[in-house]
Each structure stands twice: as C-alpha cells, then as structure tokens.
C-alpha cells in the first residue's frame, strides 16, 4: 500500500486550515488516513505549523512520501533533517547524541529566525498604526484650520449685517419720524 503524506483541508471557505496525516495514496484528499501527523494553519503571519516530528521521521522511514507542499512544511519544521541525520545513525557516520545536538543546534537557529521575522513584523505593524495616527492627525488640523477660517469672514459678515441692518433701521425710524411730524401737524390743524 503506497502511503502519502499530505494535506487534508479543513475551515471554511476562504479560511483554510489543514491537518498533515499519513494516508493510502488511493484515499480522497479529505477521506480516510492512517495517522494524523500534525496541522498546519496558513491564515497567520507566520503560519502556525504544529507537528509530531518523531511520528513524522517514522512515517520516512517507513517508505511515505511526502506531496510537494507537505515536504515543504517538513523541511521547514526539522522534519526532513531529523531524518537524514537518522540515516547517519544507521549508517554510522555519527552517533546518535551528536546527531541529536545537531538537531537541536538547528531548532534554536530556526527558533531565532522566526522570533526575528514575528518581530519585524510587528515593528512594521507599529509604524505603520503612527503613520496612520500621524495621517490623521493632520487631516484633523487642517479640517480645524479651514472650520477656523470660515467661521472668521461669517462673523465679519454678520457683523457687517448687523451693522447694515441698525442703518437700515435707523433711516426707517428718521423717515417714519418726518411722517409722524406730518400726521401730528395734521391732528394739530383739526
């Protein structure tokens, strides 16, 4: 029976989430499997990738051959490595605890790479979040300033308003005044 180790997707639309499982080569992608291996979730920054390395190395040594994307990911978590130097065991070309610190040296190296790319990732995030502060306060002060210089010239209007409005009533109080001087001169008259 050929075995495969692969990716069996699960999630929901959009958001994929997968396990890594050792299944037979003539299972459908999401159908039965022989072992679930690990999971591996690609919708975060940097992809979360969980894995039973000793079940893995067991699978290799058993003949299971990896799909392009699940070889991939087994690179990139040790799995692969933990492998070759266990074939250097067998051999005798190194003893098992040299192989051993190798393998750990490697972790603590790729350890290290990660931590710097989740730390980049988040200065990133913080400068990007000031620059957006800083966008917007600016919008912020110009708005202000063009709010500032309209209302200026509407007080200089209304004052200019309220200064024609008391002439205009002004003249209509001295003409409605030479009009009652009439009127009174006329009931004087009578």
Known sequence: MPVKIRLQRHGKKGKPFYWIVAAD????????YLEKIGVYNPNVNPAHIDIDVDGAVQWLQNGAQP???ARAILSYKGVLLKHHLAGGVRKGALTEEQAEEKFNAWLEEKAKAVDAKKDKLSDAKEKAKEEALAAEKAVNEAR????AEAEAPAEEETT???ATEETATAEATEEAAPEEK????AKEEE
């Open 25 to 32: 080569s003539r299972a459908k992608r999401d159908g039965k």
């Open 67 to 69: 799909t392009d994307t």
């Open 144 to 147: 202000i300033a063009e709010s």
């Open 160 to 162: 200019t308003e309220e």
């Open 182 to 185: 009439k009127e009174a001169a």
